[in-house]
């Protein structure tokens, strides 16, 4: 049988659409880039100061990092071959798993090929049709959409509102709840209050699932994250908690673990879609990721250097925002990690400085929505250990001089 001929075609609409997106300074572009030395990217073949990387510690392009995984070359190859239950757990990536776990100071870890793969798959595993999951209202994308895919009853709560997460809990009905939360927010920079979520998972029987994508590596002792930067790691671990992190961030390599009471690992290990039904990480990546435990372990003074980054940043923006008439409408978020928003309003408006700085050789991202929320567009300023006194000197001069610019258009 002949399908129906149509005038027009839902394809044909897909051009106007487009347009659409752009003429509402939403449309995304890639840039090419090559590493540059430091905290700086050849970017469609410009040589700029980045700010955008998320190599919290300068770690991605070590040599010790490169080495281990060209040796590993030589043992295992380049690709898996195969899903981690089927011929894919190599030697490195089972050694790795262990050292992931002593790192943390939790009892076992599963390691995955991606972030956005770990929590897409574990959350679906934990809970289903039936049972209610709690999501703060700036959880990451993935968290999103991993409890999307459970099926659970979502109940979605004010970013950081844990009197309004703890009505939710006490007026549930499921037996088997969830709470999910980045502990550092990728957008705004702050770290959730993880002692009294974990209080209140603990009164009300429900499991937490932590995302510390931007806090490990960076905070508590040694880099172990912010989980132990809280005390609750080790013989203070719960059972309650599963803690994810990402390793393409300050471990300067690529994938991600999530970790936790062994009995819980197991379970995950059992029914993650995006665990079994997927080829192995490479063997090469685990060996590079291995040395980066190692690094990451004795980096205190990368981590002390990042420290001064961040409040001379924030000493110069707030001296700019408080004398700058140019500046007025912007904010500063409540940050002390590697993670700085400066909030500047409308998508037109974060584009318009994203360009100023482009073209003083700075590369640093506007964020807009559905990223972010509306009104809220931002730079999202990110730091590294490779960022020197000087380049962050250079950022806040840049800043200053559009914001000066802007007093003088308006004056004029």
């Keep these: 049988m002949t399908a129906p001929s149509s005038a027009t075609s839902w394809l044909d609409e897909i051009p106007a659409q487009l347009a659409d997106i752009e003429q509402a300074h939403l449309l995304r572009r890639r840039r090419v880039v090559q590493p540059g030395g430091g905290a700086r990217l050849m970017v469609d073949g410009q040589q700029m100061l980045a700010f ?123 037996r088997r709840k969830l709470v999910v939360s980045d502990a550092v927010f990728s957008m705004d ?47 203070a671990a719960s059972r309650r908690v599963l803690y994810m992190a990402t390793l393409g961030k300050a471990a300067g390599v690529a994938g991600a673990f999530v970790a936790g009471n062994a009995t819980l690992i197991e379970w995950l290990l059992q029914k993650t879609r995006t ?62 990690t590697a993670v700085q928003a400066l909030v500047v309003g409308s998508n037109e408006a974060a584009l318009a400085l994203m360009e100023s700085l482009r073209q003083s050789g700075l590369w640093v991202p506007a964020i807009r929505p559905p990223t972010v929320p509306v009104g809220t567009a931002r730079l ?11 380049d962050v000197d250079q950022l806040l001069q840049a800043l200053h001089r559009y914001a000066a610019e802007c007093t003088a258009t308006a004056q004029a």
Excluded: K
């Design 52 to 174: 955008c990387s998320n190599d919290y510690l300068g770690l991605a392009s070590h040599p010790a990092l490169a080495e281990a995984a060209r040796e590993a070359t030589h043992t295992f190859g380049v690709g898996s071959g195969g899903s981690p239950l089927v011929s894919g757990h190599s030697a490195a990536n089972d050694a790795l798993e262990h050292e992931l776990a002593a790192y943390v100071q939790l009892p076992r870890a599963l390691y995955f090929y991606a972030g956005y793969a770990t929590n897409t798959g574990i959350i679906p595993a934990l809970v289903g049709a039936g049972d209610a999951l709690f999501s703060d209202a700036l959880n990451h994308a993935c968290l999103i959409d991993g409890a999307r895919l459970s099926r659970a009853t979502i109940h979605r709560y004010p970013h950081a509102d844990l009197v309004a997460l703890e009505a939710l809990l006490a007026a549930s009905p499921a």
């Design 275 to 336: 665990y079994i039904f997927a080829t192995a990480a490479p063997p090469l990546l685990a060996a590079a990721l291995r040395q980066s435990l190692v690094l990451m372990a004795a980096a205190d003074d990368r981590r002390e250097h990042l420290r001064q980054r961040i409040a001379q940043l924030r000493t110069g923006l707030a001296t700019l925002l408080g004398a700058a008439p140019g500046a007025q409408g912007w904010q500063l978020l409540p940050s002390h």
């Design 189 to 235: 920079g702050d770290l959730i209050d993880i002692p009294a979520l974990l209080a209140l998972c603990e009164r009300y029987d429900a499991l937490l699932l932590l995302d510390d994508a931007h806090g490990f590596g960076v905070l508590g002792p040694q880099g172990r994250g912010s989980l132990a930067h809280t005390g609750l790691t080790g013989t």
């Design 380 to 390: 999202r300023i990110a730091l590294s250990a490779a960022h020197t006194e000087d």
